[in-house]
């Protein structure tokens, strides 16, 4: 396994300069929308990548991770990925294929059985210990991870119409009505609130990606059904966002998160391009300008050979305390 992590390693360096060579866990996902959703549909983002899963499957089906010596880790966010890039084959293939859908329903499904109790209702827990200085206690859960769930469970009532299904993507979204000081998902960021992937308690970690799929599985609910609790956390996620990009833009590349602000913490390749493509797809769903104006922004930093060479050495030398 140290062998998979070094090789792991490697290839988010090779990554920076050859996009095409990224392995599973630097694939680039690219923005799947055009134009404001009208209904519930195909996700934001292209995860068909992540259908060739390559570690270890459980016996039903379930994707298991390994991190930091642990192996066989059910890890929800592992499994949403996974979840929708067999939805969006099974998309491509206008739902006809059976064996996607069912493999879909199994991952759905994983998320009803694996639901606990958690501030505001319920959620799943992310068992594995990062670094030492995030004081997170295992186990501990995730806006990022609720996010999407909810974006798995709402695909899976549309497939379906099984009402457990939507009732506990309603449920998942309490936590993100709490802060992280009372059990819940919210922080504050010189007093922006922000929905934590991450909910470090002592200070805010505020980790950009999660902070998207966070807002994506909150307006999937309410697309869904017209969620007003969903409507409303939504809206005040983004507001949140447009405050928070300018702490990101480091003006040649992009912070992955504000834990050690003012110090920078560099993005890798991957997650500066993901980022980048989250943002498209806010742009489409809001309309908001900012957001198409970052987009463009980050973009170019990594058209620039001298800013990704630049980006790389700071995340090699000072940005990389748990290989991200």
């Known amino acids: 396994m140290k062998t998979d992590i070094i090789k792991n390693y490697l290839n988010k360096i090779l990554t920076f300069y050859l996009p095409n060579k990224a392995g599973y866990w630097n694939t680039i996902t690219p923005c799947n929308v055009s134009s404001k959703p009208k209904e519930l549909s195909r996700y934001y983002l292209d995860f068909s990548s ?120 309603i449920d998942a979204i309490g936590p993100f009505e709490y802060e992280v000081q009372e059990g819940g998902l919210v922080n504050y960021f010189k007093s922006i609130p922000v929905y934590e992937e991450c909910p470090t308690p002592h200070k805010p970690m505020a980790v950009l990606n999660g902070l998207f799929f966070s807002l994506f599985g909150l307006y999937d609910l309410f697309m869904l059904n017209k969620n007003s609790r969903a409507e409303i956390l939504f809206n005040n996620g983004v507001k949140s966002l447009i405050k928070l990009l300018p702490y990101f833009d480091i003006k040649h590349w992009t912070n992955y998160y504000l834990f050690d602000y003012p110090k920078n913490y560099y993005s890798s390749y991957t997650y500066h391009i993901l980022v980048t493509e989250q943002l498209k797809a806010i742009y489409f769903i809001t309309g908001e300008n900012t957001f198409l104006e970052y987009s463009e922004r980050w973009e170019n930093y990594s058209k620039n050979y001298l800013n990704k060479t630049r980006a790389l050495f700071a995340k090699l030398i000072h940005s990389n305390k748990f290989s991200i």
């Open 50 to 169: 992540k259908v060739n899963y390559p570690g270890k499957f459980s016996d039903n089906g379930i994707p298991l991770f390994f991190y930091a010596g642990k192996a066989d880790i059910q890890h929800p966010t592992v499994i949403a990925q996974y979840a929708f890039g067999l939805f969006e084959k099974l998309f491509i293939s206008k739902f006809s294929n059976k064996e996607l859908k069912n493999k879909f329903l199994i991952q759905a499904e994983w998320f009803y059985k694996n639901q606990v109790d958690v501030k505001g209702g319920k959620g799943w827990y992310i068992s594995i210990d990062y670094h030492f200085e995030y004081r997170l206690t295992n186990p501990w859960i995730s806006a990022m991870a609720q996010g999407e769930a909810i974006s798995v469970l709402t695909r899976a009532f549309l497939l379906t119409k099984d009402e457990r299904y939507e009732k506990l993507a």
